[in-house]
Antibody, heavy 118, light 110 residues
Framework: EVQLVESGGNLVQPGGSLRLSCEAS????????MTWARQAPGKGLEWVAN????????AYVDSVKGRFTISRDNVRKSLYLQMNSLRVEDTAVYYC???????????WGQGTLVTVSS | QSALTQPRSVSGSPGQSVTISCTGT?????????VSWYQQRPGKAPELVIY???ERPSGVTDRFSGSKSGNTASLTISGLQDEDEADYYC??????????FGGGTKVTVL
């Protein structure tokens, strides 16, 4: 069974840092692009970042460039999102996402909540 | 990076068909056949219903279908059922390896 389990969400003050993790199981993690997406409370989905199978390519949404870093460890079958200089508008449920079928069909974890507030 | 444009809500009676549009630009929807649609129920993670514009994943009912014309993709739900009531999001590949979602559409079964 394919599983994506996110962790690391917490309450953090503006300007603070947080590292999210996603532990994958049930598939060959090293063969898939991986993605982070987020959803602010009561709002729509937003693509945040993705990373190539070997970590050699990464892309980010403009609003997090220079503040967030996506990385992976294929041995540990884990995906990470290092979030620095957090802002109130970064408050959201963060989802770990993997390719499922075709190029645009994705499977989602259950998410982890990040709250940025003083 | 602007989101794709979706209607905020659509509604229909049981058995009817509803169509949700997703309008982008020549840099995303119009340029690539990498458009997907996700269903999201309250408090749950999104679930895939259509990928690569027209393809339906195994296990998804054939009442869901997708299409694209120019810069606009569409999701049609035929034979609307109570269980279809949810939020729906389109997603498209965009240049430079990025992706973009639509703002979401709430489907209400009357």
């Amino acid at each position: 069974e394919v599983q994506l389990v996110e962790s690391g969400g917490n309450l953090v003050q503006p300007g603070g840092s947080l590292r999210l993790s996603c532990e994958a199981s049930g598939f060959d993690f090293s063969k898939y692009w991986m993605t982070w997406a987020r959803q602010a409370p009561g709002k729509g989905l937003e693509w945040v970042a993705n990373i190539r199978q070997d970590g050699s390519e990464k892309a980010y949404v403009d609003s997090v460039k220079g503040r967030f870093t996506i990385s992976r460890d294929n041995v540990r079958k884990s995906l990470y999102l290092q979030m620095n200089s957090l802002r109130v508008e970064d408050t959201a449920v963060y989802y770990c996402v993997r390719a499922l079928v075709g190029t645009s069909g994705w499977a989602w974890g259950q998410g982890t909540l990040v709250t940025v507030s003083s | 990076q602007s989101a794709l444009t979706q209607p905020r809500s659509v509604s229909g009676s049981p058995g009817q068909s509803v169509t949700i549009s997703c309008t982008g630009t020549n840099n995303d929807v119009g340029a690539y056949s990498y458009v997907s649609w996700y269903q999201q129920r309250p408090g749950k993670a999104p679930e895939l219903v259509i990928y690569d514009v027209t393809e339906r994943p195994s296990g998804v009912t054939d009442r869901f279908s997708g299409s694209k014309s120019g810069n606009t993709a569409s999701l049609t739900i035929s034979g609307l059922q109570d269980e279809d009531e949810a939020d729906y999001y389109c997603c498209s590949f965009r240049f430079a390896g990025t992706w973009v979602f639509g703002g979401g559409t709430k489907v209400t079964v009357l």
